[in-house]
């Protein structure tokens, strides 16, 4: 199978129900958005993180996928009969353990975060904005368009990327610097 179809030169894309949209389709701009925050986590991943976290980006990186599938496919044709083409209630559940965990081992938080630090921390807290702006795009879209579950999982995700931001920064010994 050739990388290159020819299909899109003319400025659209196909859905997977067979739609033909426009690549500046506002469903196309949602799952681009999921895309990039999949291949910054790799970023991050690449760049080295504690194991324990990289393990937790691994997963999210498969999730990610199924959030775009769940954006891709408007019929929902694909979600209905692949389990993995979409995120649920366990999934969420799972973010927000690996954010309880992350959160017992950090101080609370008094004051706004300024996002930087080391260099893992500095690229979740990117990930984070990038998260939100997925979120935003995907809200967009309309609760009819996008399973609830698909929305919360999004939006749990970026409190995650946030603490696993800070949590990065103990492990490297970098405190994170307060806004006052």
Not at 107 to 124: D, T
């Amino acid at each position: 199978m050739k990388i290159y179809t020819r299909t899109g030169d003319g400025g659209e894309t196909a859905l997977f129900d067979g739609t033909r949209v426009s690549k500046a389709d506002p469903r196309v701009d949602a799952y681009g958005h999921v895309d990039e925050l999949n291949a910054l986590l790799g970023q991050v991943r690449a760049a080295g993180v504690p194991a324990d976290i990289d393990e937790t980006l691994d997963r999210i990186q498969r999730d990610l996928f199924a959030v775009g599938a769940v954006l891709a496919d408007p019929s929902s044709r694909i979600a209905a009969r692949v389990a993995r083409a979409r995120v649920s209630a366990v999934d969420i559940e799972r973010l927000e353990q690996s954010i309880d965990t992350a959160e017992a081992e950090l101080q609370p938080l008094r004051r706004f975060v300024v996002p930087g630090g080391s260099p893992g921390a500095a690229a979740l807290h990117l990930a984070r904005t990038v998260c939100r702006r997925a979120e935003r795009h995907i809200v967009s879209l309309g609760s009819e368009a996008v399973p609830a579950e698909t929305v919360t999982y999004i939006n749990r995700l970026s409190d995650l990327l946030f603490v696993l931001a800070r949590l990065a920064n103990r492990r490297a010994n970098v405190p994170d610097r307060e806004w006052e």
